[in-house]
């Protein structure tokens, strides 16, 4: 479903990915591993082509979507829920949803503020409370409901965990664990490595932008020098 193929991508001189290959299965959920500053986000970002790449290719679904506009590769069918969340915070919950609402597409999961609402209890019991009277765990979620209103065939979760309390935690892995169970394919960038083993099919781990790890958790648990070098603190 998707491909990155040599990808190369830079922040003004600075050079954060380099030469990134790496592919992802349809219905697979991939665990994009690494410590801070290591190029997981700026991964996301040039998969959405927020970060556009100086060299190298995206393929989504076989289109090669390198320099395509990000509201049009959102339009294809990738997700994406960044780590900063940004959600509206002077609109509702209701309102946040239905600024992320785009038609049904074949082959992806069909989502109505209904059924998120049956995913995230909590958002439901709080509908018409505005973005910035919510918890960081409950914007966290209306991020991601927000995200399946585009009813996207691959999802991108940047630090799904990242600064929110552990029984959230535990939900979110709950959640994503339902999508995969929908068929949704799903890339998560985490550091958590325990939580990632739970959600995750693959691991790809990456450091200063270049690719070091590419396979199972069963394999990466063999391989505990691979671990100690790129995911130790």
Known sequence: MLEINAVHSFYGKAHILNDLSFSVGKGEVVALLGRNGAGKTTTMKSIMQLVR?????????????????????????????????????????LENLE??????????????????FDLFPNLSERRANRGKALSGGEQQMLTIARTLMGNPSLLLLDEPSEGIAPVIVEEMAQTILKFKSQGL?????????????????????IEGGQKKFDDSFDALEQQPEVRDAYLSV
């Open 185 to 205: 394919t799903v890339i998560i960038s985490e550091q958590n490595l325990h939580f990632a083993k739970i959600v995750a099919d693959r691991a790809v781990i």
């Open 53 to 93: 790449p100086r060299s190298g290719t995206v393929l989504f679904n076989g289109k090669d979507i390198t320099g395509v506009s990000p509201h049009k590769v959102a339009q294809l069918g990738l997700g994406y829920v960044p780590e900063e969340r940004r959600i509206f915070t002077d609109l509702t919950i």
């Open 99 to 116: 600024v992320g609402r785009q038609k049904p597409r074949e082959g992806a999961p069909v989502w109505t503020v209904d059924a998120l």
